[in-house]
């Protein structure tokens, strides 16, 4: 069964960037979408952005123009890079894999403030 651990969170000014990366414990060759969701307190957990195996992607429209969503499945390795960065972009960011009921990582906060 595929783990995934996310990493790169902190604390981040607004219009700054940051780059998250989560690492899976297994092969993600074989996984159609792998995506970023991410969740505010008191919030439900939403979609960020999503990549398929051959590399299409789809974005929320808040963070369209701003966000890459990339993946490496030689190094097993989703990425995030987040650019001009929001305080409404303020949330545990969980990395996630589409494979049976969905596989989760722990999550990585961003908080972006001045």
């Known amino acids: 069964q595929v783990q995934l651990v996310e990493s790169g969170g902190g604390l981040v000014q607004p219009g700054g960037s940051l780059r998250l990366s989560c690492a899976a414990s297994?092969?993600?060759?074989?996984?159609?979408?792998m995506g970023w969701y991410r969740q505010a307190p008191g919030k439900q957990r939403d979609l960020v952005a999503l990549?398929?195996?051959?590399?299409?992607?789809n974005y929320v429209d808040s963070v369209k123009g701003r966000f890459t969503i990339s993946r490496d499945n030689v190094k097993n390795m989703v990425y995030l890079q987040m650019n001009s960065l929001k305080p409404e972009d303020t949330a545990v960011y969980y990395c996630?894999?589409?494979?049976?009921?969905?596989?989760w990582g722990q999550g990585t906060l961003v908080t972006v403030s001045s």
């Open positions: 996630n894999a589409q494979i049976g009921l969905g596989v």
């Open positions: 990549i398929s195996n051959g590399g299409t992607t």
């Open positions: 297994g092969s993600i060759d074989s996984i159609s979408l």
